[in-house]
Structures are given as C-alpha cells and as structure tokens.
C-alpha cells in the first residue's frame, strides 16, 4: 500500500516537474520577436568588431575584458546550433513510428500538404528533434546554466534556426535578392488576403528546377484575378532571380524550399 | 516498461512539424516592368488601304506608339528601345523567340497584327510573358479606320489590367476649360479630349465664363457653371448631340455642381443671403432638397460610389476643413485635423480615398487621406494647384496648375498636370492651350 503510494507520488512529482521543466517554454513563444534578434545580433558584431579599429584599442581591451563573460555567455548555444544537424542518429524506428502516430491524429489536414513531401530528406529531417533531445539530455547542465543567464537570446536562436534551418544572414541574403526582383503589382487591393506560397525545388547552385503554386486551384478562379496577377509576379520575380542566392553548405536542408509572397505590407504604405 | 519509456520520449519531446523551410518575402521594388512593345505587322495592301484613308504610313506602329506611350506614362511601366528588338513584328506575333526577348530583359512582349477587313480595321493583339515563355492574353478588335487611336487605348487597357490586376484608364476622355488671352481678360472655353491630349474639341465658342465641368457615371453629360448676367448658373451639356440646357433657375448663386454616382442627381452648393448651404437636385422631376442647415459657409460637395455618403468643405471649425455626412445630412464628421485650409475634397472611384486641395503657409498642396481623415499623404506641392479629378481606376488624379504672374503681369500660365498615387510620377498633361479644372471620364469602352 505504502509503496504505491510511493511510486504514484514520485511519478507525479516527476510529471509535475516535466510540465514545469518544458511548459514555460512554450508559453514563451509568442513574445519572442525575430526582428529584435536581428537588431541585437548586429549590434554584437558591432562591438565585437570595434577593437579592431586603430583609436581606441586600450580602452577597448578593457571593455573586451569585461565582455569575455558575455561572449563566453552567448557562444554555448551557437556551438549547441552548429552540432544539431551533424549529431548522430538516434535509434529511429520507435521514435519514427511515434511520429507518425502523433501527426495522423493531430494534424489530419496537414499530411495533404506534405504527401509530396515524404522523400528521404523529409525522414531525414524528422530525425532532428530526436536530435535535440538526445542533446538535452546531454548538455542539461551548460544549457540550463545558459538559459539562466541569457534566457532570450538562446532560445530565440534555436527557434529561428529550428522553423527556417536558414540562419538569419543566409535567409537575409535571400530575401534581399528576391525583393530586388520581385515587381510588386501595384493595383493590388491592400486590404484583401493575398498570400502566394511557391514550393520550390532547387539544385546544389541555386538554380530552380521545378516552381509549384501550392494554392493553385485559386488561380483560376473567376473573382481571384489578383491572386493570378500577384501569383504571376511572384514566378517572375523567381524566375529573374536565377540562381537564387542559397548557402553554400547544407543542400540537404534547403533543397526544397517555400516562398511565402505578401505585398500587403508594401501596398499600405 | 516499454509503455512508460514511449510516454516518456513523447513528454519529452516537444512535437513540432519539420516541413518546408519558410521564407516570408514582404518586399519587392516599385521599378517599372519592362516590356516590349513590338510594332505591329501589316501586310503591304491593307498598308497601302489604310494610307489612303487615314493619311499615316504605317498604322501598325501607329498604334504600338500609343500603346507605347500610355504604359509609360502610366509610370508602372517602362517599354525598351524599339531598336534593341531582335525579331521582326510578324516573326514575333506569331512565335516569339523568348531567349531574344529576354536578352534585353523585357518581362513581357506585345505583339499584334493589322489588317484591312471589308473596309474596317481589324487588330489583334497578343500579350506574353516572356520569362515564362507562355502566353497570358489575345484578342481581336474590329472598329471603323477612324478609331484607330481608341484601339491603342483599349489595347492598353487589356494590357494594364492584365498585368496590374486592376482596372486601366486609357480608353477615357478628359474635358477641362480651355483658357486663352492675358490673366485679367482670360476667354474660358469648354473642351474636351482624349486621356492623350489627342483629339481636342472646343465645345462652347467662349461667350460666357464656364467653370468646374464634371462628366456624370456614363460620360454622355457634363454639368458645368457658366455666367449669365454675371450670375453663375449650372448647365447640363451632352455631348453626343451638344444640347445645353440650364438646370433650375435659382435666385442666388450656385456652385461646384456635380453628378450622384447613379448619375440622376445633381449635387451643388448654393448661397443666399450670404450663407451657402448643399442641395441636390433630381434630373427628372427637378425637386430640390436641402442637404446642409448650418450657419456657416459648406461647399464643394462630392458623393462617395456608392452613393451612400457626401464629402464637403465647411468654415464651421472657423478654418475651411473636410467633413463627411451620410447622404441625408445627418451624421456630420469632421475628418481632417492637420493645419492648414483643406478644400475641394473628391472621393475615388475605388472609395477608400478622398483627394483634396490644402493650403498652408502659402503652398498648395494636393493630398489623399483615408475616408476616416486617416493616413493623410500630401502628393505635390507647389505655388499655385487646385481641383483634383480621379481617374476612373482610382490611381492617377488630374489637376491644374498656375504659375506666378511677374511684376509686368506676364508669365501666367494654367496647365493639366496629372500624378499617381505614389506621388513620383508627375507629368504635365498636353493641352493645346492653357487648361483649368479637368475632369475624368469614366471608361468608355464597357
């Protein structure tokens, strides 16, 4: 009697302990802003550039000095960034089956979109959150000691790299060249729900093999013309922008890629 | 065990679906799309008919030029060099050699073909995407030789709102008071005109004053004030059969008159014992009804499309400003704040905006803001500029500007000026003499 009781209590102890361990994470996430990530990355570099100006190299030792701590506080969750796509394979069989198990009840209206999607580098790509457990479990103590200090920045980064797998500056140079491509209709209506999603597929130099409207049926819609018209742009703009500007590493991950074109923000002003 | 370790993982991981890699692209350039706008192809005999008839050499490139010319001056586009074009017009209308069209970086070609069909000219035209290499438009027109310069226009029109996705303004007719002679002995005519500036009709022999013309929804009629014994009075024209007839004869003055949208009212501002106030007029049993009842002076009235609500100008505030009231009166809003005197407020044809005349410290301006007095953007400024006409899709307005008389009282001038809502693409509208308060037809070809 004494002894279940025991085992139930260390058991809801535990669960409580999980939900408090991995609950505020998610409940963070919607504050989390990516273009205040960006403005802090630059500023970093900023600083972190600066002693190598002539002037005023002795006041800056100092000011390097005391920022050491903060250099060494941020570096652990770039290294943490860098190991994820090269760890090793977990044990997949289990986990993958889960997976699936977990995507078929949840998401019902999602496998329509990613049918197309289940090649091998999709499976490969499952792979990483198992990865990142696996890390977790290892890097427990520095990355609760990280999150500690600098809660924001280290997670902000896994996040972007987690949703885009661009890091900030490669997904900046895409879209820089795109935009300077990209012809924006401007008797678009501004107030009006038009967002173009293009899948592309892409080779190794960046040059596109294959563009796909996901929302294609709306193109021929009577009462849709400016979907067609913003749609058409967008092709244009992808295809004057061959080669696009991808990475030089890490095909795998960007071989397939989406585009999501929105001008509303463009229109309105 | 196995059961609690699976539990296990999926606490453990958080599930989150890997799809595609997603960028948000939100930003593309306003540059001008290049296109080319290859002439079109004639056979030598329909050539040879139609030199005869309409005195141009080779209507083909006649009416590419026009098409040419309005997608510039549309400021959206920027047609390249006839002399870069590699293949020849009826090569092109048929197959284009993409790579060609490409290597000079065109986006997208017009061709079309010319021919003289049963004493009638026939045009077809063609719209590619180059990039694409695939065809986005044909069509063909038939009309008698004479309307070949429409035919450019609509051509343009299909063109533009193909490619923009809204409605063009091409094939539409710009009527405006032509002025001639020295600033205090002006003569003020009634003329009317293509978009173009082409075609240029004086319709009244300049007897009387004539001021602030207006087209009504099927441009068939404007309503404009004209003098009679130094009274203003407002008419009603059509200009198919060129009757005039005075609309009512009131007592006082009336001012800025201007059609309902369903075109079967006239509303204006009319002054008596110094108070002038709004009123609407029907066209067919000529009942007039009072809009406004305040003491101070409310003009320059301008319905919004739908009909459903008018803008006008009042001194209530004590300065001159825009207000909007639901068509009966009721519900008078105050919508702009900003400093300076605010005048002659117009409401687009697409109804989020209203267009309107601003004086402060001595400059004109001429401004949009949102029909809640939101989002004021002021689009030209300059010494002297008033009365903004839309443009029947709501992008471009039409105005008239003056510039400063020297201390021997020349240098005067009135031009038509025209811009877009962007507020760069500024051009002087070509008249034959000076012009004042133009107005925009609405499309004709519909």
Known sequence: MNRSIVISSVLHLFVIFLTAMS??????????????????????????NIPFAPKAKKIIEKVKEKEKKLVSEQAPPKKVKKIKPDAVPMPEDKVKKVEKI?????NPEKIDNEVKQVSEFEKEELFDPNNIAALIDK??????ETLKKN???????????????????????LKAQIFGCWSIPLGLPYNENLLVRIK????????????????????????????????ESALR???????????????????????????????EG | MKKFLIILILILIPVKSFGLIEVDITRGNLNPLPIAVSPLSIDEESRKNFQNILKK?????????????????????????????????DIANLKPRFEDWNLIKAQALITGKVSYVEEKLRVEFRLWDVLAGKEMMALAFTTVPNNWRRVGHIITDKVYERLTGERGYFDTRIIYVAEEGPKTQRVKKLAI???????????????????????????????????????????????????????GDFPGMTFAPRFSPDGKKIIMSFAKDGNSEIYTMDLENRIVEKITNHPSIDTSPSYSPDGKFISFNSDRSGYQQIYVMKSDGSNVKRISFGKGIYGTPVWSPRGDLIAFTKLHKGKFYIGVMRTDGSGERLLTENFYQEAPSWSPNGRVLIFYRETKTDSKGKGFSAKLWSIDLTGYNERQVPTPTDGSDPSWSSLLSN
């Open chain 1, 23 to 48: 609950l505020p994470f998610l409940a963070k996430k919607p504050i989390d802003l990516p273009p205040i990530v960006s403005v802090e990355l630059i500023q970093i570099t900023e600083k972190t």
């Open chain 1, 139 to 144: 890097s427990k103590e520095s990355k609760a």
């Open chain 2, 57 to 89: 050499k080779n209507i083909g490139s006649e009416i590419s030029l026009i098409v040419e010319n309005n997608l510039k001056v549309s400021g959206l586009f920027n047609p390249l060099n006839k002399d870069a074009f590699l293949q020849e017009p």
């Open chain 2, 193 to 247: 005109m293509d978009q173009d500036g082409a075609n240029n009709k004086f319709l009244t022999l300049g007897n009387e004053l004539v001021l602030t013309p207006r087209f009504n929804p099927t441009s068939q009629m404007v309503t404009y004030l004209s003098y009679f014994r130094n009274l203003p009075r407002v008419y009603l024209l059509d200009i198919e059969t060129g009757t005039q007839e005075v609309v």
């Open chain 1, 151 to 173: 809660p924001d920045l280290s997670q902000d980064q896994n996040k972007n790299f987690e949703n885009t797998g661009l890091s900030l500056s490669e997904e900046d140079a």
């Open chain 1, 200 to 231: 592309l597929e892409l080779k190794p130099d960046g040059s596109v093999i294959n563009s796909e409207i996901l929302d294609h049926a709306r193109m021929n819609k009577p009462g849709q013309g400016f979907y067609k018209v913003l749609a």
């Open chain 1, 237 to 267: 703009a992808i295809k004057l922008c061959q080669p696009l500007r991808v990475p030089s590493t890490g095909y795998e991950r960007w071989k397939e890629l989406q585009l999501n074109f929105d001008a509303r923000e463009m229109l």
């Open chain 1, 102 to 106: 977990k995507e078929d009840k949840q």
